[in-house]
């Protein structure tokens, strides 16, 4: 974790960016006490698709309508 002064942050602001992909977090002083943590927010890992998403369901056999239908029945 990279420690940066008030003034430090102000300076590097412009690309805050890339110090957080190198560093991962930065921790913000003032006279030497911590005021703030700024860490990543965003997730490297790739959004699914649609259809891995459905790959990865069990296939239901039967159709909806018939699953309905037993569901009001019991009830």
Do not use: W
Not at 29 to 44: F, M, N
Request: positive net charge.
């Amino acid at each position: 974790m990279k420690k940066l002064t008030i003034r430090e942050v102000r300076q590097s602001l412009s690309h805050l960016d890339q110090l957080l992909a190198i560093e991962g977090e930065v921790m913000i002083t003032r006279r030497g006490d911590p005021i703030a943590k700024v860490v990543q927010v965003i997730s490297k890992r790739p959004i699914p698709s649609h259809r891995d998403l459905r790959d990865g369901m069990k296939r239901i056999h039967k159709g909806s309508e018939t699953i309905l239908r037993k569901d009001r029945d019991e009830r």
